[in-house]
């Protein structure tokens, strides 16, 4: 080892600003993995994205591009399904993408050695790989076999191209909420490696939400979402925005309804609802029969006393005296 700095040597040194295949999505000369579950159109956003820096075009519309050529190493769809769904985007003629599928490509120097030839002669700056498990032997549950996985990938950036992999995520339920990057199938050594982490979640059909996990050189980006809408003929992404997870009705609601209840000592349901209108919080009978309910049984209000008939009476314990 001979490359020993002193820190004001380390200092002094001029490194230019990181530069990125799609902004902020993915870095150059680094690893990114966009993770998904099943039918989650992960190959339709990497070949959106394929198609969009070899023509230099905003990714969704929004995100730049570093216009490059590109290497799709498909080991998971095989040609006919991505010619269709490269016509189902639109895919212009006499673009710099080229295709390998189901070649056999594994993670090993043989093969690694001469897909370096190949970019390098055909002015390659991204390689996609779908997917990573198709691509090696180890085991993706042990931290030291995925360690080496990604040794091999650097070979890669160690040449100045970017990488963007795809992996699956576990099945539904068995990460729990604990994040996207918990949710990904193998060793949490998989996420460690990377240098960008995109998951992408399906909802409602044709919602795509976007949740950048991790991004080693910038500050994360907010989760967006984006519309799919798709066809036997067409597949088109229409980006969203900044994906905001709905406020918590309760979160708003029970500080009012506390308020009232202090204000009047005890009120059926019904007044509630009326004296909430009053003041402009809006609900309706049955969400606020649902959450009086869920207050209760969480500890946040008494139980209510007995009223005529089946009505019941919402009150406070008084705490003056505490």
């Known amino acids: 080892m001979d490359n020993f700095k002193t820190i004001d040597q380390l200092m002094s040194q001029h490194y230019p600003d990181q530069e990125y295949v799609v902004d902020r999505l993915v870095p150059a000369s680094s690893i990114t993995i966009l993770s998904g579950q099943s039918r989650s159109f992960k190959t339709y956003t990497l070949l959106?994205?394929?198609?969009?820096?070899?023509?230099?075009?905003?990714?969704?519309?929004?995100?730049?591009?570093?216009?490059?050529?590109?290497?799709?190493?498909?080991?998971?769809?095989?040609?006919?399904?991505?010619?269709?769904?490269?016509?189902?985007?639109?895919?212009?003629?006499?673009?710099?993408?080229?295709?390998?599928?189901?070649?056999g490509f594994q993670l090993d120097d043989n093969h690694i050695e001469q897909v370096l030839s190949f970019c390098a002669e055909n002015n390659i700056g991204l390689v996609i790989i779908d997917a990573l498990i198709r691509v090696h032997g180890a085991d993706e549950n042990s931290a030291k076999d995925m360690s080496k996985v990604?040794?091999?990938?650097?070979?890669?950036?160690?040449?100045?191209?970017?990488?963007?992999?795809?992996?699956?995520?576990?099945?539904?339920?068995?990460?729990?909420?604990?994040?996207a990057g918990n949710e990904m199938r193998g060793s949490s050594d998989i996420l460690a490696a990377v240098d960008s982490h995109i998951a992408v979640s399906r909802k409602e059909s044709f919602y795509l939400t976007f949740t950048q996990e991790k991004q080693r050189y910038?500050?994360?980006?907010?989760?967006?979402?984006?519309?799919?809408?798709?066809?036997?003929?067409?597949?088109?992404?229409?980006?969203?925005?900044?994906?905001?997870?709905?406020?918590?009705?309760?979160?708003?609601?029970?500080?009012?309804?506390?308020d009232l209840l202090t204000e009047h000592k005890e009120l059926l349901q019904g007044e509630l609802l009326e004296k909430l209108a009053e003041?402009?919080?809006?609900?309706?009978?049955?969400?606020?029969?649902?959450?009086?309910?869920?207050?209760?049984?969480?500890?946040?209000?008494?139980?209510?006393?007995?009223?005529?008939?089946?009505?019941?009476?919402f009150w406070l314990e008084d705490t003056s005296d505490e």
């Not at 040609?79 to 985007?89: A, C």
């Open 150 to 179: 990604f040794q091999k990938l650097r070979a890669f950036t160690k040449q100045d191209i970017a990488v963007l992999v795809t992996q699956h995520h576990r099945k539904m339920g068995a990460a729990g909420n604990m994040g």
């Open 48 to 103: 959106d994205m394929a198609l969009c820096i070899a023509s230099g075009k905003p990714l969704f519309g929004q995100f730049n591009t570093q216009e490059t050529g590109v290497l799709i190493i498909d080991e998971e769809n095989g040609e006919r399904l991505l010619q269709k769904r490269l016509k189902q985007l639109h895919a212009a003629e006499n673009l710099p993408i080229y295709v390998t599928s189901f070649g």
């Open 279 to 313: 003041h402009d919080v809006t609900t309706n009978e049955h969400e606020l029969r649902k959450l009086l309910n869920r207050w209760v049984a969480e500890g946040a209000l008494p139980k209510p006393k007995k009223g005529q008939g089946n009505s019941k009476l």
């Open 218 to 258: 910038d500050i994360e980006l907010d989760p967006f979402q984006v519309k799919v809408s798709v066809d036997n003929d067409s597949f088109n992404f229409e980006y969203l925005g900044v994906f905001r997870k709905p406020l918590d009705k309760s979160a708003i609601l029970l500080p009012a309804v506390v």
